[in-house]
């Protein structure tokens, strides 16, 4: 068989995982906080004992990592919304006691007033978790502290309720989860960073660009009808010489 359909079936395999990643980060277009994946790939020269020459290449996988871009600010008014400015990530605590990371600033209460995030797993605070009392309006300042202060009595001082713990660990040291958090690869916890800071009553949208990974798509689809041509023509191939050959 020509090694031609070898190289071809490489490139449209990788092609078809791109295609699902883009897919993938279309789906997440209106996700809160959603960083869109990307797939590196590298071609790979073949060589041999009977190959002098790299003249073959196959495409392998490189690195899978996320465009860690920031995405608009929406406003929404909501006392539990915060978004990030810049850097920076909100911690979240896993039911086995580790910690992931979020740009998702929609905090939810349950319940029993703990904080949450929308998958209903425990915001991370400076102290631990942080439990908002019933009846008083929240504010969140720009450093992650929540204060509340009544409404059924006479307004007073606000009270503190604790600090979103912030974070901003180096990017290269972050993996994505299949619940879409990040984690340290390591698997420790990132220390807090008090330069991170929150804007309350907004949220941050994805930086998936729909014009771009539309684009992206359209360019793949084209890049894997060139691979299926070229095993066409490979296959033409072996019939021709299939038929000198049969001849002589």
Known sequence: MDRLIYTAASGAKHILEQQATTSHNLANVTTTGFRAQIDAFRAV?????????????????????????????????????????????????????????????????NENGLLTNTAGFTIQGDGGPITVPPEVSVSIGGDGTISTIATTTKPGAPTVLGRLKLVNPPEQ?????????????NGTAAPADPQVAVAGGALEGSNVSPVD??????????????????????????????????LG
Request: hydrophobic residues 45%.
């Open 173 to 185: 040291d972050l993996v994505r989860g299949d619940d879409g958090l990040f984690r340290l690869k």
């Open 45 to 109: 020269p073949i060589v041999g004992e009977n190959l002098p020459l790299p003249t073959r290449a196959f495409v392998v996988n490189a690195t899978v990592s996320s465009d860690f871009s920031s995405g608009p600010l929406q406003l929404t008014g909501r006392d539990l919304d915060v978004a990030l400015k810049g850097k920076g990530f909100l911690a979240v605590q896993m039911p086995d006691g580790t910690e992931a990371y979020t740009r998702n600033g929609a905090l939810q209460m």
């Open 213 to 246: 990974a539309m684009v992206t798509m359209i360019s793949l689809a084209r890049s894997f009808e060139l691979q299926m041509s070229l095993m066409k023509n490979a296959e033409n191939n072996a019939a021709k010489a299939t038929q000198i050959l049969a």
